[in-house]
């Protein structure tokens, strides 16, 4: 199983930027596709992003799309989630997660999570 923490949260102003990372130890990190999820205080867990296992496909919520990029860097065994334009409803504790195979938008069909990392947007 891969274990993963995640980076680079903070408190930032609307419109602002910021750059979380996720750091994968264990298995072999390129055999698993990647995901972001994040999740407000009093709303479920939701989907922000999914990479597949070689980097080349991507997914994106609906509410993230041309603001958020996923990446990864199998070298450094390593997944990034850079967001720009930054909302106050973007708000939320952000989560990294894993799963063998090929990335989808499920929660459920990842089984490896990391602790999350807060971000705050400030209007």
């Known amino acids: 199983q891969v274990q993963l923490v995640e980076s680079g949260g903070g408190l930032v102003q609307a419109g602002g930027s910021l750059r979380l990372s996720c750091a994968a130890s264990?298995?072999?990190?390129?055999?698993?596709?990647m995901g972001w999820f994040r999740q407000a205080p009093g709303k479920e867990r939701e989907f922000v992003g999914a990479?597949?296992?070689?980097?080349?496909?991507?997914y994106y919520a609906d509410s993230v799309k041309g603001r958020f990029t996923i990446s990864r860097d199998n070298a450094k065994n390593t997944v990034y989630l850079q967001m720009n334009s930054l909302k106050p409803e973007d708000t939320a504790v952000y989560y990294c997660?894993?799963?063998?195979?090929?990335?989808?938008?499920?929660?459920?069909?990842?089984?490896?999570w990391g602790q999350g990392t807060q971000v705050t947007v400030s209007s």
């Open positions: 997660a894993a799963r063998m195979g090929a990335a989808t938008t499920v929660r459920y069909d990842f089984g490896s």
């Open positions: 264990g298995r072999t990190f390129s055999s698993y596709s």
């Open positions: 990479i597949s296992r070689a980097g080349g496909t991507t």
